[in-house]
């Protein structure tokens, strides 16, 4: 952790800053988005060739791990130390659709350097975030004068992410052995801003359900009945709107029970962050902050649980009138959680509180769909020290926390390994996930390559 | 009023049954099916029939008034007694599809006589109700010696009542003058059941609106935003709830004001009828009953207002999950209104009171449609005692009194032409209206022209 080293790491970056970057350009030139199959082929394509670059990189195993999908990419480069740390990076190599028409200046696919920036779909996210590990772990050797890495280093690179991990778990348990790690390092998420570098400490994580709504054996007509029997359209509506107080606390009783409240520590360190609410509602294409009562929007989207309605139906919705009580009607819901918060007991606690809610004469079926794990690595974490020293170095600044709103896979990695889950991205908002024109911030990706190169050394004790 | 009229009426009408029935047979097959463009001609040709029937019955003029849909039938046979009431009846020769594949056991278009009973598409709704008249008339000329009526009879038949009425209104404001009364008979409802006859009294008014809900300007991520922003499901949802309290009253302010409460003597009548709540619960399609406390099921439907959800829809509604925070949302609110309730200052309250509930940061827009006002006739009117005169020497039983939940064309009659609207129906419950299998009780029929014969003469004092 020296000045020397640091300038040292700079200067084997900067001597191979043009191959790196050619070399992820081609990887940026092959579309391979999973949620479209014709480009199947891509897909695989992409996984080989990451595969084959890693083997390259110096990567001891490197291998194509199937599944019921989309292929995934692990590779191997253990230390010759026996008591490293045993180190697993998370990311993915297949992308989001792209396509001219949806408004890219360039074509998405072949990727485009301009004014310090690397234009192309995958660039953030995620395959410009995967590709700093190549280079930071050459650097890492270099600087250090090793021939293998001061942790074992693992790396596995999913092919699913941008379809939603549908074989992602079944993955991680199948080949769960060789996947154990002392810690699981995601890059596949980004910091708050160009000038404010931070670490995301944790993800919210999901519990999802449908809720079915009977009433009369079909369609029934207003009149005739109307005001006499019971409506189900009625009483989703009124199960929705019972899921939250007046101050929009979440009414399901138990639902609160084992969160950690927020520590003044922690709600200070949100207040560092140089939010702007007028952007951020830009952002979220929305009219006004709206959510639980005494609390900012950064706590609302980090910190707290959610109870969403995704979807509502029933009774007729096309053109003009219809003057009946609908026969069904359904919601669906999402509820978003935070640590101290299991799915499976959340799932109880709904399905218990839905069954007290729904009126007599009125039928009702609930279905969960699987659900996802908070991840948060406390702040005190001895890796999540690491991971902000030799960010620190890297962008020579103070590094803030952050946290992630939606919830992700590395739930799965959490969970199946028993691993704590860090987050190291250095996408910006303005990158344009999963919109058109995505690129990266090329002096942002080569600190991903330093911050890489000094945290390997950093968690090995070297 | 006599026993002997009585008899002669009776005797009349048993002289005149097989041709009254042949002829009513010619007109149920005409497919006159209003709401399937492809019987366009046939819905003419079923206007032409029954113009020119009335003719043959002596209506002094018969005339075809064209709409901007289908056409009505006019007819008239004025009083030579210059002091005579008119009598404007109310009926429509339009029916609903019918198809051998629903269900019918017989052609729905070829009338079958089984068991006393005739088995056809409009049997009972309507063309046998409006045919009753012709014969009706023809026996209170026989008994009562007169070559005209004791009353100024007009018919007016249209024939769109099955696709919503949509060129009533102004057919009937186009031809105001022509139209007046002093009273208006819709004969185009039913009976309680054959063993108690029972005349309608009322119908309930409809106010009917859209609400819709705009939230982000597209659809965004319920985790990255989820729990800090609006949902307009959400809001939607929470209005729904709103519209009822605990007792189930509908919560919109000002919304009871001008109603009449039902009178101890009004709820004794509901009660005295034959109701079996576990039979009507099987007809509703329905479990349980539920609605406005302290109140029967049939002082609920026909005494009382509602707020029905016709319909309500938001979000993702397909197969799964998606976790989103939907862009918009909308409901479909149905009011039935009772006596006191005007729909246009229902569409006020109501618009007001969408108004004060949503919340900040969710735009909405509110559209009703045209709304039908309420009808209800006292109990002490003249005309509806010469009703339940008539109908009670027809039957040779006491009549009691109902209402209809619904809301019908009578409510434009009744607004435009300034005439109470009295309901003489000789239909059961059993007969099937839109059902398959649709049949008339021929002894009701008969009653009906019973009725009709006798009421001229009591309307007109003779
Ligand atoms: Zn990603
Ligand atoms: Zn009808």
């Known amino acids: 952790m020296s000045d020397t080293s640091d300038s040292a790491v700079r200067t084997y970056i900067e001597a191979h800053r043009t191959a790196f970057l050619d070399d992820l350009a081609d990887w940026l030139r092959i579309p391979s988005v999973s949620a479209q199959p014709d480009h199947d082929a891509d897909v695989r394509r992409s996984a080989d060739w990451l595969a084959a670059k890693l083997k390259e990189t110096g990567f001891l195993s490197t291998e194509i791990l199937h599944t019921d999908g989309a292929p995934a990419v692990f590779a191997e480069w253990l230390s010759d130390d026996p008591s490293a740390p045993t180190v697993l990076v998370y990311g993915h190599h297949d992308v989001q659709p792209a396509a001219v028409e949806d408004g890219w200046h360039t074509d998405p696919f072949e990727p485009v350097l301009k004014d310090g920036r690397l234009y192309a779909r995958g660039a953030a996210d995620d395959k410009g975030q995967v590709f700093f590990h190549t280079l930071g772990v050459r650097a890492h050797l270099a600087v250090t004068g090793r021939t293998t890495p001061a942790v074992n280093l693992k790396l596995l690179i999913e092919g699913e992410e941008e379809s939603g991990s549908p074989h992602f778990r079944d ?263 999963h919109a058109p024109n995505e690129k990266v911030e090329i002096d942002l990706l080569l600190k991903g390559v330093e911050t890489t190169a000094h945290l390997w050394g950093d968690l090995g004790g070297c």
Chains 1, 2 share one sequence.
């Not at 007290?356 to 974490?381: K, M």
């Not at 890796?383 to 600044?397: D, E, I, K, N, T």
């Open 171 to 433: 993955l991680v348990e199948a080949h769960a052995d060789r996947l154990a790690a002392d810690v699981v390092i995601v890059s596949d998420t980004g910091m708050w801003s160009e000038t404010t570098p931070t670490v995301c400490t944790g993800m919210r994580g999901l519990a999802e359900c449908e809720i079915t709504f009977q009433g009369p054996d079909q369609d029934i007509h207003s009149g005739s009945f109307g005001g006499a029997v019971p409506n189900p359209a009625t009483a989703a509506a009124r199960l929705v709107a019972a899921l939250h107080d007046d101050d929009e606390r979440i009414t399901i009783p138990g639902f609160y029970d084992g969160i950690a409240e927020l520590t003044e520590a922690e709600r200070e360190l949100f207040s560092e962050l140089p939010f702007d609410e007028a952007e951020w509602l830009r952002t979220a294409k929305s009219r006004a902050p709206h959510g639980e009562k005494g609390l900012t929007t950064l706590e609302r989207i980090w910190a707290r649980p959610t109870a969403e309605v995704n979807g509502i139906g029933g009774g007729y919705q096309g053109p003009g009138g219809k003057t009946i009580i609908p026969s069904s009607a359904m919601v669906k819901l999402s509820f978003r959680l935070v640590a101290g918060q299991d799915p499976a007991r959340i799932e109880k606690l709904v399905t218990d509180w839905v069954a007290t809610r729904v009126p007599a004469g009125i039928g009702h079926e609930i279905t969960f769909s699987a659900g996802t794990r908070p991840c948060l690595t406390p702040l005190d974490h001895p890796a999540l020290q690491s991971v902000v020293r030799a960010m620190g170095r890297a962008f020579g600044s103070k590094i803030r926390f952050t946290r992630e709103g939606g919830s992700g896979p590395a739930a799965d990695l959490q969970d199946v390994l028993g691993a704590p889950v860090l987050f190291l991205g250095i996408s910006v908002p303005s990158d344009g996930w």
